[in-house]
């Protein structure tokens, strides 16, 4: 019915008030009901009142219940305790919201969202005033202008029309990238990505309904009304210290439709704004950003501008920006007209009036800084023909210029004239002139009447500019905020590991590997970093002490049998150098040494960054040599053998919902089993079999089927004829029968049966010491068809054995038809082969850990 809804707009039936509240009012859970069976019988009722148009008392029944949950997180709401923020990160990485998680992990959630009667300081000319945070929303979205004629760019003829082609891969495509909290109708991004993906057939007529829907919306001009309820925004304040940022959350369909335009004509915008508006998806452009800046500055006695504009992206006149997106952006005119041609509402939750967004673009919107950014070309390509001489660096709105100081000078004043007639308006005591300490007066001399901050370093777009004693202290105090979440983080780690590694590993070391890569000669400032991470971080993992080889060994990837936790020490130097080389074109044609090519610098960015990664492959290479050497036999076989293992459950999300969760202790002795380290808290006794517990015993007691059922349900996606336990070999005269774990037919040739059956088996246990696992998997394969082999071979059936260690090396046999597994699926799926191979890859080691469960 969902489908049918999308059909009914895309065809222009219906409004899209139907489609907005059709998910929100269907699937909205009440508090009272619980069982699978009721809530499908609820669900059932709402669909045939649905189907009846009784919509009135189907969102009335959906806020009937809503209510009783907001009313218990209200009371929740004041609980700030450690123990509390522990559990609302575990719930959040466990959805799969890395990103969710670490905003309310570090406090960005907790303490930056406004609710609309609190009160905030807001600065206007340099004074600073309260004023209610609602009110501040109302002044943040200001009435419609009329466009001043010199806006207008001005062409003898209109590029004509060009339709664009969607399909449902590019619908897909976007989904799989969708991310956040939902819309005024409430749905979030995890129920659309499930709708557009986890389905199958239907599934993909849900996305080549929605491909329709934004066809339409991109190939033709739509009435408004139409189109109002699902272009309505959820309008939120964030602090900004002083001041707020208004944020427009939109449906998550809208969003998955401007992701869609965006994927599509995304190279027309960067081509229009190349190197002269940074932020229209030009591959590392902050980072170029950054090093032309530092560039210009260090090597020349001059000075470097930063400006700051009130409210940029909500007061930018929005006629002259549909004008000129419609000559700058052609493909992508239509749907921007069609967006942003009306007045958006904004609903405050907590608020009664609704506010409309009336000029500019809203943020959270996918396309807005696409739009930012071809809207202020005019205004850019302006400055620039009035003086030359000057290098303007110009990221959505935070425009920089470096120069000498009298020419800064002229182009601010001429800023300030032009800047308001497109909607940009400077606010010179919010902006920040950055020069050498010797060039201080003379900036005093000429900026003193504007009241812009003078500085001798400053922050610029994530990075510093400026002298070393204030590059070096943004820095420090960077990382000592980095140490504080490392030190909270290893907290969690004690009762939740695969959380708190995957968060470290997925993001947080992330953040100051962007640093790295902008900051030169800045390795020593991240020694006390490394120190965390080596004597709390990892011990909080493993729940024992690291040693120096054991840290050489976790900073290797996966693929060589370490954990990823790269040391922040020894990587700076590389990761600036690949930095620089990526953005060689781009720095340059910022500079104005070269023109701008958008292919070529794509092509020097795939480069270079294949450059870094083969010699960084040669260091973790060496690294790795240089560690074995280190180690015991014993540790040297163990640590041989996790470099061809599988590893994929240490590169996943703990996503529930897929089963990729493991409790503390299952992760915790995987980690140890992975590095031959001793268990903690061991059972006296097997729970199994009652024998003394041991390491060796628990990995060779037999715990059941558990590798065999993953394999006969991933089999059964595969082929529809599966069986569990097949009967090989009747018992008859007292001689046992034979029975095999799993028989599909099909595998290798069409209508023929092949019998598998599994071994798991322990490499390290006492009578294989002497062999390397590869061989011991091979001996275990042949023991096998010595079993089975003839009797298979009597009822005319073939025989595969799948033999593997119990930390994840699998034998030849099972490599090959996992392979053909993959290669059936994709071609089932439609989905390329290489995820498919990862996702069987997956699963099967989650198997393997749960099945080896220690305790």
């Known amino acids: 019915m969902l489908t049918e809804e999308i059909k009914l707009l895309s065809q222009q039936i219906h409004a899209s008030e139907r489609l907005v509240v059709f998910s929100s009012v269907i699937l909205q859970r009440d508090k009272m009901i619980k069982s699978a069976k009721e809530v499908r019988r609820i669900i059932d009722r709402r669909l045939s009142m649905w189907s009846e148009e009784k919509f009135d008392l189907l969102v009335q029944e959906a806020v009937r219940c809503d209510r009783s949950f907001h009313l218990a997180q209200k009371r929740q709401s004041s609980n700030q305790s450690p123990d509390h923020i522990a559990k609302v990160f575990t719930r959040l990485m466990l959805l799969g ?6 905003r309310w992990f570090s406090g960005e959630s907790r303490s930056g969202l ?25 002044l943040k979205h200001p009435e419609a202008q ?25 619908v897909a495509t976007a989904a799989h990238r969708i991310q956040g909290s939902g819309g005024p109708g409430g749905c979030e991004s995890s129920h659309w990505k499930d709708v557009l993906l986890r389905y199958g057939p239907h599934s993909s007529r849900c996305r080549d309904a929605v491909a329709s829907l934004v066809s339409l919306l991109s190939n033709s001009i739509v009435d408004w009304n139409l189109i109002r309820a699902l272009l309505a925004n959820r309008l939120i304040a964030l602090d900004k210290h002083p001041g707020i940022r208004p944020i427009g959350i939109g449906e998550t369909l809208r969003r998955i439709l401007s992701k869609v335009v965006c994927l599509i004509t995304r190279t027309d915008a960067e081509e229009v704004c190349g190197s002269s508006q940074l932020c229209a998806g030009v591959q590392c452009s902050i980072e170029g950003a950054i090093h032309s800046a530092r560039d210009m500055f260090n090597s020349h006695d001059w000075g470097l501008l930063m400006v700051d504009a009130r409210n940029a992206f909500n007061s930018l006149n929005r006629s ?14 239509r749907f921007v007209f069609n967006t942003y041609k009306g007045h958006s509402p904004l609903i405050i939750k907590g608020y009664a009036e609704v506010l409309f967004s009336r000029e500019g673009v809203i943020q959270g919107d996918p396309l807005s800084m696409f739009v930012y950014a071809v809207g202020t070309v005019p205004l850019i390509q302006t400055l620039k023909e009035f003086i ?15 120069g000498e100081l009298s020419d800064i000078r002229e182009w601010f004043d001429r800023l300030l004239l032009q800047g308001p007639k497109f909607g940009y308006y400077p606010e010179p005591h919010k902006s920040c002139l950055v020069v050498k300490e010797s060039m201080v007066p003379q900036a005093q001399k000429l900026f003193g009447d504007l009241g812009i901050k003078i500085t001798t370093s400053n922050r610029l777009l994530g990075s510093v500019i400026g002298d070393t004693m204030g590059c070096e202290a943004f820095v420090t105090k960077k990382v000592q905020g980095w140490i504080n979440l490392i030190n909270v983080l290893s907290d969690i780690a004690v009762t939740q ?16 590997t962007f640093l790295q890569r902008v900051t030169p000669d800045c390795q020593f400032l991240f020694i006390d970093l490394e120190s965390v991470i080596c004597n709390t971080f990892i011990p909080a993992l493993f729940g024992q002490e690291c040693s120096t080889s054991d840290r050489s060994l976790f900073s290797l990837p996966l693929r060589l049998g370490g954990l990823n936790i790269r040391n922040p020490v020894t990587t700076a130097a590389a990761h600036y150098t690949a930095s620089r080389s990526a953005c060689k074109l781009l720095i340059n044609a910022v500079t104005g040494a070269t023109p701008f090519s958008s292919y070529d610098h794509i092509c020097q960015v795939h480069s270079a960054r294949e450059s870094h990664s083969l010699s960084r492959r040669e260091v973790d290479n060496s690294t790795f040599t240089h560690t074995l050497s280190s180690l015991n036999d014993n540790n040297k076989r163990t640590v041989k053998r996790t470099r061809d293992c599988l590893s994929s459950w240490l590169n996943v999300l703990p996503v529930m919902k897929d089963n990729f969760d493991l409790s503390c202790n299952e992760f915790r002795d995987a980690l140890c089993l992975r590095y031959a380290k001793p268990l903690l808290n061991l059972p006296q006794s097997c729970d199994g079999c009652s024998n003394i517990f041991t390491t060796s015993h628990a990995l060779d007691c037999k715990k059941g089927g558990l590798i065999r059922d993953v394999l006969y349900d991933m089999s059964s996606l595969a082929w529809s004829q599966v069986i569990k336990e097949p009967v090989v070999k009747e018992a008859q005269n007292g001689l046992d029968g034979l029975i095999g774990d799993i028989s599909v037919r099909g595998v290798w040739q069409s209508q023929s049966t092949t019998i598998f059956d599994v071994r798991v088996v322990d490499s390290d246990a006492p009578s294989y010491t002497g062999k390397p696992p590869l061989q011991v998997l091979k001996t275990a394969e042949r023991d096998k068809k010595n079993k089975y082999g003839e009797a298979c071979n009597s009822i005319h059936c073939s025989f595969i054995p799948l033999c593997m260690t119990v ?20 071609i089932k799926w439609d989905r390329p082969y290489s995820t498919v191979i990862y996702w069987i890859r997956t699963r099967l080691s989650f198997a393997l850990l749960r099945a080896t469960k220690l305790c």
């Open 807 to 826: 930390d994840g090396l699998l034998g030849p046999e099972t490599n090959t038809f996992l392979k053909r597994m993959a290669d059936k699926l994709s």
């Open 97 to 102: 919201k890395v990103k969710a998680a670490m």
């Open 497 to 512: 590991p695969q959380a708190a590694y995957c968060a470290y590993t997925k993001s947080l070391q992330n953040e100051w």
């Open 114 to 138: 406004l609710l609309p009667t609190d009160s905030v300081q807001l600065q206007s000319n340099g004074q600073t005033s309260p004023i209610k945070v609602v009110d501040a929303l109302k």
């Open 388 to 402: 030359s001489t000057l290098t303007q660096i110009w990221y959505a709105d935070d425009a920089s210029v470096t």
């Open 320 to 333: 002259s920006l549909l004008w000129n997106i419609r000559i700058l952006w052609p493909r992508a005119s």
């Open 146 to 170: 009329l466009p001043c004629s010199s806006t207008l760019l001005l062409d003898t003829e209109l590029p004509p029309f060009e339709d664009i082609d969607i399909t449902g891969s590019h």
